[in-house]
């Protein structure tokens, strides 16, 4: 048996670049020299609770132990236990005292150390002291008991089944007590489940209302940790070979292009004129020949003549200079009416009016790079340039459901006896993902009932689709049951977020079983709660998905009345935003659009971006500048 890794070095100088992390590789050289070890990854982040739990959150299920390497001490900025104790469904305070029992046998100062473990889902996580010495003799004095208590949080039956706790293992020890039973030799006290502490899985689908929690176990999670923990589990689709038309619209590039040829590839004409040897000035010249675009390459001019050309069409060899209409005069034409003779009025110079070879773009140039979103622009560029295929990055395939017994679609009339709804959020959602160019899937309603919403999620993560977003089922009622399914099957990253409308909201990945990852939004089922989070939370990702990197869209506007602050939570209201022109600037304004509960959707109507007012106390006043997150283009009709 082999345990995976991550080791996090936490330290502000080394993360800015100003100092030197010997503590890392310290603990990598530990892991590899020990035997049932594996390093999955090492990274590097500064004293910040965000940044440590964004770790925590993005390597839960991902690797069996996350070490975390300093911030442990009691100085201002020594976070790593605050950062990681909310994150764990339990703690394991028995390795804690292991490690501090071992400490103080090597100096008193281990006292001011607070390191913590625990565990969260099936991962054990550790943190120890920063310095060098102290961080290997923390983890190398308990790095056997891990193996054995991966294997717990597991549910192996076998607990030694580990090589790392087998090359601690003692022979031969004795002794019981109540509650405690043996494996081969040695003392062990864990159970399946312990009465009390009960974590987010220990509430299975059928467990009775009355053993819920009455207070989440997910931790809640401020905007830019839920945006940075979404983007960071969000993985890139594959990528793949495409032609080059008019379908490639919305896909990014897998890879940077390059010219193929020169653009133009001859010298061409940039007007309707004479192309001349700009030596011979102005007078009446005959005209030799004729060059119109797409024509074949045009003779050499003999001395003291001039052709007649077309907007792009390539010059004589020996032409220098082209001469528009406006600036010559009709000499002399056939009976049939061609031209025989022109006066030239304008003397030019060599160059003028043309277009040398490669002025455009020059054969090997790089014109577009990875992750550039095609639009129109885009795709004629190919063309030019010769472009036939390029390699893209896949575009989502989106699924959408709607769950609860109370939801029915709006062909079915609604009865003044049943507490019934028309489902809003199923075809708002459809739309504004077919608006933005994702394929999408329709699942219809889901009854509030375990057995079918586990069994949808099941079938659900093997088909071909990227991306689920749900509607209902993620809060604390009896009948949610979306967040149990989602932490039963997969691994749900998000679980609350400190934002409001939508606080439940959850991001979870699910994976077939091809190993192949896919991301599963489960939204609020409050109408405004649910388009707004799509917008903050889901389109990023689903972004990202396709290779795009402008993960969201903010401008600064001015507000046009006061609105109430929350005094705790980061609210999103729907506005509408318009732009006039001053000075040359843009100025943007933006009119909340109407207040009022989550459960209007008229609040969205008309909305083309979500004001984002910070927590505070009292109102934020009119003419305040705010960030605006756009959902729409820009008003820029009222000038």
């Known amino acids: 048996m082999t345990y995976t890794a991550v080791v996090i070095t936490v330290s502000d100088r080394v993360s800015e670049g100003v100092a030197e992390d010997r503590t890392g590789p310290a603990v990598v050289k530990l892991l590899n020299s020990s035997d049932g070890w594996s390093l999955k990854e090492t990274r590097v982040v500064p004293d910040e609770i965000s940044a440590i739990q964004g770790c925590v959150i993005s390597y839960t299920d991902k690797a069996d132990l996350l070490i975390f390497a300093g911030g442990t001490g009691l100085a201002a900025r020594d976070v790593t236990p605050e950062a990681i104790e909310p994150l764990l469904s339990k703690t394991a305070p028995g390795i804690t005292t292991s490690i501090i029992i071992f400490s103080l046998q090597k100096t008193p100062l281990a006292a001011l150390g607070r390191p913590i473990c625990g565990v969260r889902s099936k991962t054990m996580i550790l943190a120890v002291p920063g310095s060098v010495k102290g961080a290997v003799e923390s983890v190398e004095a308990v790095l056997g008991t891990m193996g054995h208590a991966i294997e717990i949080i597991r549910g192996g039956k076998d607990a030694h089944a580990g090589p790392a706790f087998k090359s601690i293992r003692g022979e031969g020890e004795t002794g019981q007590t109540d509650k405690h039973h043996h494996h081969g030799g040695h003392q062990c006290v864990h159970h399946e489940r312990h009465e009390e502490g009960r974590s987010r899985d220990d509430f299975g689908l059928h467990s009775s209302v009355a053993s819920r929690p009455r207070t989440s176990p997910y931790p809640l999670l401020s905007y830019d940790t839920a945006v940075k923990t979404i983007l960071e589990a969000t993985p890139i689709l594959e990528p793949m070979d495409r032609p ?89 034409a056939s009976p049939e009416g061609e031209e025989l003779q022109v006066e030239i009025l304008k003397k030019v110079q060599p160059g003028e009016a043309v277009r040398d070879v490669g002025t455009d773009v020059r054969k090997g140039d790089l014109v577009l790079k990875k992750y550039d979103m ?266």
Not at 528 to 549: E, H, R
Not at 603 to 626: E, I, W
Request: hydrophobic share 40%; aromatic share 6%.
């Open 244 to 332: 080059v038309d008019e379908t490639l619209v919305g896909y990014c590039l897998a890879t940077d292009v390059y010219a193929e040829i020169d653009v133009p590839g001859f010298r061409a004409s940039v007007l309707d004129g004479y192309a001349v040897h700009s030596g011979d000035g102005p007078g009446i010249y005959p005209i030799h020949t004729v060059s119109n675009a797409g024509s074949h390459l045009p003779p050499s001019l003999p001395a003291k003549t001039i052709a007649r050309i077309t907007t792009g069409a390539a010059l004589p060899p020996n032409a220098d200079a082209i001469v528009m209409v406006e600036d010559t005069k009709l000499v002399q």
């Open 374 to 639: 095609l639009l129109g622009a885009e795709i004629g560029l190919l063309c030019s340039v010769g472009i036939s295929t390029v390699r893209v990055f896949k575009r989502p395939k989106v699924g959408v459901l709607s769950t609860g017994h109370e939801v029915v679609s709006t062909a079915t009339p609604l009865a003044s006896d049943e507490q019934k709804i028309h489902d809003t959020n199923r075809p708002a959602l459809l739309a504004t993902l077919r608006m933005l160019g994702y394929e999408t899937f329709d699942h219809g309603i889901l009854p509030d009932d375990p057995d079918r919403v586990e069994a949808f999620f099941r079938e659900w993560k093997e088909s071909d689709q990227d991306a689920l977003i749900t509607t209902g089922g993620v809060s604390m009622g009896e009948k949610d049951y979306v967040k149990t399914v989602l932490n039963e099957l997969g691994t749900i990253h998000v679980g609350r977020i400190k934002v409001k409308p939508g606080k439940p909201t959850t991001f979870a990945t699910l994976r077939d079983h091809q190993q192949r990852e896919k991301v599963v939004f489960a939204l609020p089922g409050n109408p405004l709660s649910a388009m707004s989070m799509f917008y903050v939370f889901a389109l990023p990702s689903l972004k990202k998905l396709s290779g795009d990197n402008a993960h969201h869209n903010w401008l600064t506007a001015t507000l046009e009345t006061a609105i109430r602050a929350d005094p705790h939570r980061l609210e999103f209201h729907p506005a509408h935003v318009t732009g006039r022109s001053s000075e040359g600037k843009i100025i943007a304004s933006a009119r909340i659009l109407r207040e009022g509960p989550s459960s209007r959707i008229m609040r969205m109507a008309g909305a083309n971006g979500l004001v984002a007012v910070k927590p505070g106390t009292g109102t934020v006043d009119k003419g305040t500048t705010v960030e605006v997150l756009m959902v729409g283009m820009l008003d820029t009709r009222y000038r």
